[in-house]
Structure formats: structure tokens, C-alpha cells
């Protein structure tokens, strides 16, 4: 199945938050994360076919022989930004990941669709194209009449990129803050064989498929407007130069009080933000907002 020979096979990586918290707080998380995807998929050796990164989890296609040095040194990476971003420590995500060989043509199609519908499929995003943390849109750009990689440029030698010791590749090109362009490193032809005309492509990514008809997510999250990532930036402009990881319990509670009654959020929404278990949350939310006033 893959190019470089039989020793080469596809993976399903998928990492989740511990009790499905949030891993990424801020927009610019999620595009650190791409970034070292591209340096620490050069510097191990493993093609990134496809991407698609939520605000508690993400997951890849990757073209690779053992992908887990990979995860490992990218994972202790971005641990590490995110602790000294936010004043914590330990692992960010569960320590263990699902990992999946991918064993036959049939099975990678749908893998990848599943990967590319992911944050559909959740309701975070009505298409795949519109989805910012998606690979999806590095696909056909010739065919769609567009170009992402205006505003990118070469990236100058011996540029490193922000919180790592890592050198960008030379080949590589970078916009005006900072962010690798992610075809640098996609293997965008592969992903476009596998899919596809670009009408083929097109009908894939945007119907459901017959897993999805069967799920509620997508119908219960688009209830709610407001993504997780957004939520979780509007309270950390709240509480700066705190950060979420620095509050207490009640300190916590209080917060999700004022989202609550000024934003229309999920409880799980602020659980998986707050990193409070569900269940614990709605309790206390539930006392707090009945509780008499004196």
C-alpha cells in the first residue's frame, strides 16, 4: 500500500484528554500541535496523510514503520508548551493512544473520511473545509481555485520554532506568525488518490456516513453555539493572568455560573474545559442555582 515498501504500513492514531478534558485552551494550541507534526514527522521519518485536531482530542493518518517514537517525542513536546503556557504539569492527553493498523485499501478510505468528518461528525463544524484544525482544505486547491499558501514564505535557516529546541527544515515555509504551511509536510497527493475525483472527494466529505446517521452527537452538539475552543478563551481573558489549571474548585464553579447564565454552553462543554468530572459539575451547578439568596 505504501510507497517507500512493504516495511511502510498506514496507522489511526487518535489521542484523548484525560476524562475528555480539554488539551487545547487556545487556538494557537491546536496550530503548535500541526506544527510539530511537521517537524517531528521529518525528523522520524513519518508521512502526515491526514489530520483533524478538537479542542480534547485529535486524530491522524500517518504512513509509517512504528509511529509511537513519533508520539512519543511530539507528545512530550507539546506537554511541555502546554505546562509552561499554563502553569501545570504531567502528561497532557491519556498517556496511553489508540493506534491502529490500517490493513486494506477499503479500510483506509473509510478511515480517512472518518478523520476528515471528525469535527462534523461532532458538530463542531458543518463541513470539513471550514474547519480550521482540518487537512481537509490542503486537498484540490488547484481544483477549488484557491491557494492557502499565500502569505507563507521561506522559512530563513536556522529558524527555530517557538517553545522546542527544533530547527525548522529548510525546505519548509512559514507565515507571519510563526506556523509551518501544513502541505510542507502532507502527503497531499496520497490523500487525494485515496479519495478520489475531486467530485468523488467532494461527496465523501460531505455526507454522512451511515455510522454518523446513527449517532446523536452532531444533533446534540449543534445546539450549542459556541465551540469548546472558544468558550475556554473567553475565560481565560476572564481570569488572566491566572490560568484554568491555577484555580480551585469554587474558583472553578463560580466561572462556570458566569458562563452559564451568560452564554448558551453545554455543561459537558465546561466540564471537559474545567477539567471537573460531569457528573460533579452538574451537581454543584444544580445546588448553586437553586440555592435561596439572602
Known amino acids: 500500500m505504501a510507497e517507500k515498501g512493504d516495511s511502510y504500513m498506514y496507522f489511526h492514531i487518535c489521542v484523548r484528554g484525560n476524562a475528555y478534558q480539554s488539551m487545547f485552551l487556545e487556538q494557537e494550541d491546536i ?107 490542503y486537498y484540490f486547491q488547484k481544483e477549488r481555485g484557491v491557494d492557502l499558501g499565500k502569505g507563507y514564505y521561506p522559512v530563513k535557516k536556522g529558524y527555530m520554532l517557538p517553545y522546542t529546541s527544533k530547527v525548522v527544515p529548510a525546505d519548509f515555509m512559514i507565515n507571519k506568525f510563526g506556523h509551518i504551511y501544513p502541505p510542507c509536510f502532507l502527503d497531499v497527493l496520497e490523500a487525494e488518490q485515496w479519495l478520489g475525483s475531486y467530485q468523488e472527494a467532494m461527496e465523501k466529505l460531505s455526507t454522512p456516513t451511515e455510522e454518523e446517521e446513527l449517532e446523536n452527537d452532531s444533533r446534540n452538539s449543534s445546539r450549542y453555539p459556541y465551540k469548546d475552543i472558544e468558550i475556554s478563551e473567553i475565560i481565560l481573558k476572564m481570569i488572566a493572568p491566572k490560568t484554568i489549571q491555577q484555580l480551585n474548585d469554587n474558583e472553578k464553579l463560580q466561572i462556570a455560573l458566569t458562563i452559564k447564565r451568560k452564554y448558551k454552553v453545554a455543561i459537558r462543554q465546561l466540564s471537559r474545559i474545567l477539567g471537573i468530572p460531569e457528573s460533579s459539575l452538574r451537581r454543584m451547578l444544580k445546588w448553586s442555582l437553586s440555592a435561596p439568596k439572602y
Open 31 to 137: 496550530y503548535h500541535a500541526i506544527d510539530l507534526l511537521g517537524i517531528f514527522g521529518r525528523e522520524y521519518d513519518v508521512i502526515i496523510v491526514a489530520y483533524d485536531f478538537l479542542s480534547n482530542h485529535f486524530h491522524l493518518i500517518v504512513k509509517a514503520k512504528d509511529p509511537t517514537p513519533f508520539m512519543h517525542a511530539f507528545r512530550i513536546s507539546y506537554s511541555r508548551y502546554f505546562n509552561f503556557k499554563y502553569k501545570s504539569i504531567g502528561c497532557v492527553g491519556n498517556r496511553s493512544f489508540v493506534c491502529v493498523v490500517i490493513k486494506s485499501n477499503e479500510q483506509l478510505v473509510k478511515k480517512l473520511i472518518y478523520v476528515l468528518r471528525n469535527s462534523t461528525r461532532h458538530g463542531a463544524e458543518e463541513h470539513p473545509y471550514s474547519d480550521p484544525f482540518n487537512s481537509a482544505k
